[in-house]
């Protein structure tokens, strides 16, 4: 069974707060995503990765940065949160062509 | 750039009725095609994939044909039950490893 775990799964900040929300799977999967999903815009591609060190942008980059440190674990950081950044963040693994896996997702509230 | 539209945000039913969610996309090449389900509180599961034209890809009773001229990948099932109340996610994959998702369709069962 694919495993993709997140922590925190809940977190709360400060406008101007430094946050970490961590990833990782145990599928042996090269791609890692992160998302975040608000009501009336379904999923959004934060940024993904195809192996450690690797990064690539997604639709959504602005306020985030992500670092791939190994196969299993990805990283999103929000050096400076502000308000418009709460939400309900997931992050996911896959294989070349294949579906991805989701985690049980992190919800950030930035006051 | 690639993209996928659901008609339907939100589609409300009783038990035992027919189910098609609409779903188009828009994409250069041959992309690989797929249906997501998300339950409350959980992130998105993959339901079932269809790589070729004509492919019909199915599970659970959900069922979708790939249609390369229509350029569609609609969701159907026969007979809806209370327990498929759920958020579902069409989706395609680039020739990057991308995947795009549509905006979700809210399916609502009613007993």
């Known amino acids: 069974e694919a495993a993709v775990t997140q922590s925190p799964r809940n977190k709360v900040t400060v406008t101007g707060g430094n946050v970490t929300l961590s990833c990782r799977q145990t599928?042996?999967?090269?791609?890692m995503y992160w998302y975040r999903q608000d009501t009336g815009h379904g999923l959004r591609l934060i940024h993904y990765?195809?192996?450690?060190?690797?990064?690539q942008i997604g639709d959504v980059p602005d306020g985030y940065k992500a670092t791939r440190t190994t196969q299993e674990d990805f990283f999103l950081l929000l050096e400076l949160a502000s308000p418009s950044q709460t939400s309900l963040y997931f992050c996911?693994?896959?294989?070349?062509?294949?579906?991805?896996?989701f985690g049980p997702g992190t919800r950030l509230t930035v006051l | 750039g690639d993209s996928v539209t659901q008609t339907e945000g939100q589609v409300a039913l009783s038990e035992e009725d027919f189910l098609t969610i609409h779903c188009n996309y828009s994409?250069?090449?041959?992309?690989?095609l797929f249906w997501y389900v998300q339950y409350p509180g959980e992130g998105p599961q993959f339901l079932f994939r269809?790589?070729?034209?004509?492919e019909k890809g199915s599970s659970r009773g959900f069922e979708a044909t790939y249609n390369k001229e229509a350029t569609s990948f609609h969701l159907q099932k026969a007979s809806v039950q209370e327990s498929d109340s759920a958020v579902y996610y069409c989706?395609?994959?680039?020739?990057?490893?991308?995947?795009?998702f549509g905006d979700g369709t809210q399916l609502v069962v009613k007993p």
């Open positions: 996911a693994s896959s294989d070349v062509g294949d579906e991805q896996y």
């Open positions: 599928n042996s999967h090269n791609y």
């Open positions: 990765s195809y192996g450690a060190g690797n990064l």
């Open positions: 994409a250069s090449g041959y992309p690989a």
């Open positions: 269809a790589s070729r034209d004509k």
């Open positions: 989706a395609l994959s680039d020739l990057d490893n991308r995947i795009f």
